[in-house]
């Protein structure tokens, strides 16, 4: 197949572009019913695309380029269990972890669906005992902390979800988490809890990153420096990974061990065991109803035509803002402050799968990859980095995210809340011209300070209420944005292979700090000197 760029469509949408440079005000003056016609409404999402700057035949052409990437193969070998993780040869099925119990997924032959399910089960069982105090401490004593040690995949998912789902917790376990090999993360988080009262989840995939067993050996001493006993170690932790031997080797009983499977990856992995956190906090049954919002919008993703498929058509209007319209950001911005570690979750989501420039065959991509994400909840943001995105020099998409339901009994603040989300995304889109400003009186050296461009593209995504169910159809939705777009990209969104280096060079720094031979150092002059500063400095 020619390059991306090089294909007729690619070229058609690029020709498309520069033919057709309407502004959204005269977009939305043309067709009174344009804010009804580009929506679409799935698993309990409502996405109101109008104020992209698209058209009819641009949506053409665009679903043109996803039938002609082979999204629907890909999509269709993803499920069917390949190995569509070409570089780690790993099939690729973090939709199994939502399955139905009757469903049947295979992995080189073998169903998976029931090995998800007794891990489900196995965890629903722990759970409910921990949330009833049925599970206890080393000296009787009820669990009323749990602290999760892991990092990337292992951390930031059920640091997330554990905002959002605040509402549904058992108030009185406190969940915290620690991910930073920085030693304040863990002192901060613990520093004012009774060991005896806590349960620390080792989680992580391999049981051997750096960063996760710092802390976890940490949290050892921590514990023993209190109950004094090695036995206390099998009642304050339990382990989420899939190497059972290195969870023993540890010290923690592998009957404590909850497993996932190397067809998950760590970043699509948080509604896994890795998500045993969540669930304590939630319960089993909202767990479930999480589950069952993801599946959703996977049946919705899997089953509809690519016109109406959610996932498909966000995916492609951010390659229509990323390729072509030069963007190099997108924005999220939940007007829902449950939600305010979600733009960090999805950094590493899109980011991690997607920031590769090297093609499925290793070839060097001729086009540009993944932006840059980011996002704050709104209101906070109007009052900060909104004004570069109402009137800077760059084009930031952004997708804003809101609920009807109020989060809250204070009803009213909700209403405004909402306003500001709709207010933002008018504004963006429609600006205020010279004229209007002039109209207001404004002195005429101030007029072109006041004037908003508008033409800025957003997505508005409403759902009824932040529940378990529309957080993990909200999740997914995005999963299967980035595995489109991958998809049209041509590369391997579930590969890691460039946070390696850096981890490398890490493992040897580290030795060269603990040696006291200034001499032995031969990085660049610049590494060097700052590597002599800090072992000169850390000797005073
Ligand atoms: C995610 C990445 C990465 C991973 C962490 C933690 O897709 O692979 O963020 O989750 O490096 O790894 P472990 O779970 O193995 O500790």
């Known amino acids: 197949m020619p390059k991306l760029t090089e294909r007729p469509v690619w070229r058609s949408l690029a020709a498309h572009w520069r033919a057709r440079d309407a502004h959204l005000r ?3 003056a043309g067709d009174a019913r344009r804010g009804e016609k580009y929506t679409l409404d799935a698993a309990g999402w409502h996405l109101d695309y109008s104020k992209q700057r698209i058209d009819d035949e641009t949506l053409r052409l665009l679903l043109q380029l996803a039938d002609e990437s082979g999204v629907v193969a890909r999509r269709d070998a993803m499920w069917r269990g390949e190995k569509i993780n070409n570089t780690e040869k790993r099939a690729v099925l973090h939709v199994a972890l939502r399955a139905a119990r009757e469903q049947k997924i295979d992995v080189d032959g073998n169903d998976v669906v029931p090995g998800v399910h007794a891990v489900l089960d196995r965890m629903a069982a722990f759970a409910a005992r921990v949330r009833v105090g049925d599970w206890k401490g080393h000296t009787g004593k009820r669990i009323r902390n749990i602290v999760n040690i892991g990092i990337g995949g292992s951390d930031l998912g059920p640091v997330m979800a554990h ?63 209190t109950l004094k006993d090695d036995a206390s ?29 190397d067809w998950v990856g760590g970043r699509y992995s948080m509604d896994s065991a890795i998500g045993l956190s969540t669930m304590l906090a939630i319960g089993p049954d909202h767990f479930r109803a999480m589950l069952d919002g993801f599946h959703a919008m996977d049946e919705h993703f899997h089953t509809t035509p690519l016109a109406q498929n959610m996932p498909v058509l966000m995916a492609l209007i ?33 980011m991690e799968s997607n920031g590769k420039s090297v093609t499925l065959d290793g070839s060097r991509v001729d086009h540009d990859t993944s932006a840059v994400w980011w996002g704050e909840p709104g209101t906070n ?24 339901a109020p989060l809250s009994p204070l009803h009213e603040q909700h209403d405004l809340l909402m306003a500001n989300l709709f207010a ?58 980035t595995f489109v777009q991958g998809a049209i990209w041509g590369i391997d969104s579930f590969d890691q292979w460039g946070v390696e280096l850096g981890k490398q060079l890490a493992q040897n720094i580290a030795r060269e700090i603990a040696a006291t031979d200034n001499n032995d150092l031969t990085h660049d002059s610049s590494t060097n000197a700052l590597i002599r500063r800090y072992r000169a400095g850390r000797g005073e």
């Open 26 to 28: 005269s977009l939305f």
């Open 163 to 225: 905002e959002a789902l605040r509402a549904f917790a058992q108030r009185d376990l406190q969940c915290r988490f620690v991910s930073n090999v920085d030693g304040a993360d863990f002192h901060e988080a613990t520093h004012d809890l009774k060991p005896e009262e806590t349960l620390f989840i080792v989680a992580s995939k391999t049981f051997t990153t750096q960063e996760t067993m710092a802390n976890a050996h940490a949290a050892r001493r921590w514990l023993l420096d």
């Open 233 to 261: 170690v099998g009642k304050h932790f339990v382990a989420v990974s899939t190497n059972a031997e290195k969870v023993a080797e540890f010290g923690i009983d592998t009957a404590n061990m909850f497993g996932f499977w």
């Open 318 to 350: 951010g390659i229509w803002n990323t390729n072509f319209l030069g963007a190099t950001t997108q924005a999220v911005l939940p007007y829902a402050n449950p939600l305010k570690r979600f733009p960090a979750y999805l950094q590493q989501l899109v």
């Open 381 to 404: 943001g109007q009052h900060s980095f909104y004004q570069l995105i109402h009137q800077g020099t760059r084009l930031i998409p952004c997708d804003f995210i809101g609920f009807v």
């Open 424 to 481: 933002q995304s008018e504004a963006l889109a429609f600006g205020k011209t010279a004229e209007q400003v002039r109209a207001e009186g404004t002195p005429e050296e101030l007029v072109p300070h006041r004037v908003f461009a508008g033409n800025r593209p957003s997505n508005t995504l409403l759902a009824q209420e932040l529940t378990p169910h529309s957080l993990g159809a909200l999740i997914a939705l995005y999963e299967h944005i």
